[in-house]
């Protein structure tokens, strides 16, 4: 079992910025893949960004070169610096750990954070 709480989540003017953060209560995130997730109202919950153990990352196509995707093993946080934000970007936007091969998948989430990009 694994906590995860993020935060950094607000209100925030259309190409503005904020950076999520998600603690983890594992003494082993090192070794955990990660994953921000965002479910915006009447759609599926969709996969933003990824970052392995190792620290490889994945983007959506739709957040390419705007979002970021980090981690501090120190600090047992994954980051998620977002940039250029746009009013689709309006979501909840969860952490995960992702377990599995050949493709990860979430298996256990933080509570969310709101994320609203409007003018």
């Known amino acids: 079992q694994v906590q995860l709480v993020e935060s950094g989540g607000g209100l925030v003017q259309p190409g503005g910025s904020l950076r999520l953060s998600c603690a983890a209560s594992?003494?082993?995130?090192?070794?955990?893949?990660m994953g921000w997730y965002r479910q915006a109202i009447g759609k599926q919950r969709e996969l933003v960004a990824a970052?392995?153990?190792?620290?490889?990352?994945n983007y959506a196509d739709s957040v390419k070169g705007r979002f970021t995707i980090s981690r501090d093993n120190t600090k047992n946080t994954v980051y998620l610096q977002m940039n250029s934000l746009k009013p689709e970007d309006t979501a909840v936007y969860y952490c995960?750990?992702?377990?599995?091969?050949?493709?990860?998948?979430?298996?256990?989430w933080g509570q969310g954070t709101q994320v609203t990009v409007s003018s």
């Open positions: 995960a750990v992702r377990y599995g091969a050949p493709t990860p998948r979430p298996a256990y």
């Open positions: 594992s003494g082993i995130f090192s070794v955990y893949d």
């Open positions: 970052i392995t153990s190792g620290g490889r990352t």
